[in-house]
C-alpha cells in the first residue's frame, strides 16, 4: 500500500497569518499604552476634585460659628457631653 503524501503547509499563508497576528499585537499594546495614560489622567482628576472638596469644606468648617461642633477643636468636642432629647 502507498501512503498519500501530506499536502505540503502553505508557507505565504502562515507567513501572512504572523504578520497580522504581530499587527494585531503591537495595535493592543498602544491601546494599552493609551488606555493607561487615560487611567492616569482620570485618577488625577479625581483626586484633584477630591482635594477642592475638602478645601471647600475646610472653608465651610472655618466659617463656621464659634460654639459649634465644626469650630471647636476635636479633643474639646469629645469632652462635652451631648444631650440628646426625646421625642
Known amino acids: 500500500m502507498s501512503m498519500a503524501a501530506e499536502p505540503l503547509p502553505d508557507l505565504g499563508k502562515l507567513q501572512s497569518d504572523v ?45 463656621s460659628p464659634r460654639d459649634t461642633d465644626w469650630k471647636r477643636p476635636e479633643r474639646e468636642r469629645e469632652m462635652v457631653p451631648h444631650i440628646v432629647e426625646d421625642t
Open 19 to 63: 504578520q497580522q497576528a504581530q499587527e494585531d499585537y503591537e495595535a493592543a499594546t498602544t491601546k494599552k499604552k493609551e488606555a493607561s495614560c487615560e487611567q492616569t489622567s482620570c485618577l488625577n482628576r479625581l483626586n484633584s476634585a477630591q482635594k477642592a472638596l475638602d478645601e471647600g469644606v475646610k472653608a465651610l468648617k472655618d466659617q
